[in-house]
T-cell receptor, first 112, second 114 residues
Framework: SQTIHQWPATLVQPVGSPLSLECTVE??????LYWYRQAAGRGLQLLFY??????ISSEVPQNLSASRPQDRQFILSSKKLLLSDSGFYLC???????????FGAGSRLTVL | AQSVSQHNHHVILSEAASLELGCNYS??????LFWYVQYPGQHLQLLLK??????LVKGIKGFEAEFIKSKFSFNLRKPSVQWSDTAEYFC????????????FGKGTTLSVSS
């Protein structure tokens, strides 16, 4: 069966520090991969999605970037964190060509 | 680009009351529609989905939703809620074409008192 892993689960970082959140999927190949940010009262905001290695679509221009160095690995990064980057980051995957997403447990980022 | 609007930010009900959560989307073409639920401390999980066919779809735990194309709506319903239905509910839409991703509404928090 397929599983999705996100880490770290919780992260506290100072303003201006770098960020790396990692997401991996097991038990499938060539998945579509997604990064969402969940903020109270704002729902889930799509940040990036990828349909293949090295293919990244950015939905919202901001202080973050994403990379997909391997088929089942999706990384969310920042060179210098802002206070406004605080939030709950969710990785998700779907079968290529299908639209049903399965979500990971999320990573809670607090920027101080 | 598609967008989703959920009408209620926070709904408070007593057990056995009926539930209807509104969801409207904006997109002129064919869409797939979803409701996801996030119980306290748990992952987001799929509640139900509509791709095509019968506009009344049934999901887990007694939930159902009706797709009304003319109203661009996909409201979630349950005849009798339980305390365990306390959760946050998200409506989501995706255009039925390549190169698009699932767009979520802002969510509705449902609190059910026993």
């Amino acid at each position: 069966s397929q599983t999705i892993h996100q880490w770290p689960a919780t992260l506290v970082q100072p303003v201006g520090s770098p960020l790396s959140l990692e997401c991996t999927v097991e038990g499938t190949s060539n998945p579509n991969l997604y990064w969402y940010r969940q903020a109270a009262g704002r729902g889930l905001q799509l940040l990036f999605y990828s349909v293949g290695i090295g293919q990244i679509s950015s939905e919202v221009p901001q202080n973050l970037s994403a990379s997909r160095p391997q088929d089942r690995q999706f990384i969310l990064s920042s060179k210098k964190l802002l206070l406004s980057d605080s939030g709950f980051y969710l990785c998700a995957w779907s079968v290529s060509g299908a639209n049903v997403l399965t979500f990971g447990a999320g990573s809670r980022l607090t920027v101080l | 680009a598609q967008s989703v609007s959920q009408h209620n930010h926070h709904v408070i009900l007593s057990e056995a009351a009926s539930l209807e959560l509104g969801c409207n989307y904006s997109y002129g073409g064919t869409v797939n529609l979803f409701w996801y639920v996030q119980y306290p401390g748990q992952h987001l999980q799929l509640l139900l989905k509509y791709f095509s066919g019968d506009p009344l779809v049934k999901g887990i735990k007694g939930f159902e939703a009706e797709f009304i194309k003319s109203k661009f709506s996909f409201n979630l319903r349950k005849p009798s809620v339980q305390w365990s239905d306390t959760a946050e509910y998200f409506c989501a839409v995706i255009a039925n074409q390549a190169g698009t991703a699932l767009i979520f509404g802002k969510g509705t928090t449902l609190s059910v008192s026993s």
